[in-house]
T-cell receptor
Framework: ETGVTQSPTHLIKTRGQQVTLRCSSQ?????VSWYQQALGQGPQFIFQ???????GRGNFPPRFSGLQFPNYSSELNVNALELDDSALYLC????????????FGEGSWLTVV | QQQVKQSPQSLIVQKGGIPIINCAYE??????FPWYQQFPGKGPALLIA?????SEKKEGRFTISFNKSAKQFSLHIMDSQPGDSATYFC???????????FGTGTRLKVLA
């Protein structure tokens, strides 16, 4: 158990819809990163939040956006869902800005139909 | 240059064997190399990590070997058990880039 909790665990959405995924970081961790893991692949970095600001972004389009709240919890929002967005979305928390050691939650499985 | 290449894609060993998973990188700015274990339907769990200033690190049955000049690192699992059957990912991170680059994963099966 890493203390990183994500919700929901599974969800199904229709192409074109919007989705919000939620993450509570490990106690005391001030940095949250989001990763997308397609079936059979390694996780791909989406973005990271530190002190409620986006602090680095991977190669994902602007329809992927996020928020971090004062209690360090975070949301990932994806607009205009596409079939290829079907994946496991992982939240990871860390203490330092650089995130040397990041701890993953169990993820949210998103299926887009 | 940002890739981390992982091999093999899959591996089957007998109980008690020593599976070895290899990773290679190009970016010499990488300075942190963790290994994660992932069971089906679960998030990745940190196993062990190493920095380039050491050539080997052991934690329990898991050992990382690091070859800075060859830009390669590997995971060895001593006395492997059926419960070690999982997918293993290597990763690398660079100071100030805020992200991990993951390998493509190795699916390990340990036969009883």
């Amino acid at each position: 158990e890493t203390g990183v909790t994500q919700s929901p665990t599974h969800l199904i959405k229709t192409r074109g819809q919007q989705v919000t995924l939620r993450c509570s970081s490990q106690s005391g961790h001030n940095t949250v990163s989001w990763y997308q893991q397609a079936l059979g692949q390694g996780p791909q970095f989406i973005f990271q939040y530190y002190r409620e600001e986006e602090n680095g972004r991977g190669n994902f389009p602007p329809r992927f956006s996020g928020l971090q709240f004062p209690n360090y919890s975070s949301e990932l929002n994806v607009n205009a869902l596409e079939l290829d967005d079907s994946a496991l979305y992982l939240c990871a928390s860390s203490l330092a800005l650089r995130g040397d050691t990041i701890y993953f939650g169990e993820g949210s499985w998103l299926t887009v139909v | 240059q940002q890739q981390v290449k992982q091999s093999p894609q899959s591996l089957i060993v007998q109980k008690g064997g020593i599976p070895i998973i290899n990773c290679a990188y190009e970016n010499t700015a990488f300075d942190y190399f963790p290994w994660y274990q992932q069971f089906p339907g679960k998030g990745p769990a940190l196993l062990i990590a190493i920095r380039p200033d050491v050539s080997e690190k052991k934690e329990g049955r898991f050992t990382i070997s690091f070859n800075k000049s060859a830009k390669q690192f590997s995971l060895h699992i001593m006395d492997s058990q059926p419960g070690d059957s999982a997918t293993y990912f290597c990763a690398a991170s660079t100071p100030g880039t805020y992200k991990y680059i993951f390998g493509t994963g190795t699916r390990l099966k340990v036969l009883a």
